[in-house]
């Protein structure tokens, strides 16, 4: 079946400017998940979502990130004011909580600021 | 909060040779701890798990070991193969969140 996917695979953006990354889950995963992955670093959690709603937005790193999700399908992950530090892959992962906790990767998405 | 150290950060084995990459963790709610293999541009992918009730999981070339009053866990890969290089990283949470190390960047040579 469909893995995770995410869009667009590469961004590139000038300083200042909003950006919306977007990630479609497995069908039927509940949980969904974003990191940042800085060149050459691990994962950083960023916010988990169960269902539409986030019990867990604690590693946001800062008020210019913010993300939605609608019902138990597409995640939307908005950086506003993009600086150049935001330069990183953004992963989305999803996963059955309840029955399983594995967390199923998409390709991420390619962020750079100049 | 939890932390997870990984050591080492990269490893270079010849091809049929085994390799250990470790692993602490800070927390002791945790009690899910996976490992992911990264290759180039692409996403992690799991290639093995352990839950905190049990000690040792195998599946084929690969095993994880967790010693949970040292809150370390092990992964082994024996007979090691080229296509094994990759970037491996171990993780560690519950309720869903996981806390990932820094990666170890795994070189097999032929």
């Known amino acids: 079946g469909a893995g995770v996917s995410q869009s667009p695979s590469n961004k590139v953006t000038e300083k200042g400017k909003d950006v919306e990354l977007r990630c479609d889950p497995i069908?039927?995963?509940?949980?969904l998940y974003w990191y940042r992955q800085r060149l050459g670093q691990g994962l950083e959690f960023l916010i988990y979502?169960?269902?539409?709603?986030?019990?867990?937005k604690s590693g946001l790193p800062s008020d210019r990130f913010s993300a939605e999700r609608t019902g138990e399908s597409v995640s939307t992950l908005t950086i506003q004011r993009t600086q150049q530090e935001d330069s990183a892959v953004y992963l989305c992962?999803?996963?059955?909580?309840?029955?399983?906790?594995?967390?199923?990767f998409g390709p991420g998405t390619r962020l750079l600021v100049l | 909060g939890e932390n997870v150290e990984q050591h080492p950060s990269t490893l270079s084995v010849q091809e049929g040779d085994s390799a250990v990459i470790k692993c602490t963790y800070s927390d002791s709610a945790s009690n899910y701890f996976p490992w992911y293999k990264q290759e180039l541009g692409k996403g992690p992918q799991l290639i093995i798990d352990i839950r905190s009730n049990v000690g040792e999981k195998k599946d084929q070339r690969i095993a994880v070991t967790l010693n949970k009053t040292a809150k370390h866990f092990s992964l082994h890969i024996t007979e090691t193969q080229p296509e094994d290089s990759a970037v491996y990283f171990c993780a560690g949470g519950e309720g869903g969140k996981l806390i990932f190390g820094q990666g170890t960047e795994l070189s097999v040579k032929p």
């Open positions: 992962a999803s996963s059955l909580v309840g029955l399983e906790e594995t967390q199923y």
């Open positions: 979502f169960q269902g539409n709603s986030a019990p867990d």
């Open positions: 069908s039927g995963h509940t949980a």
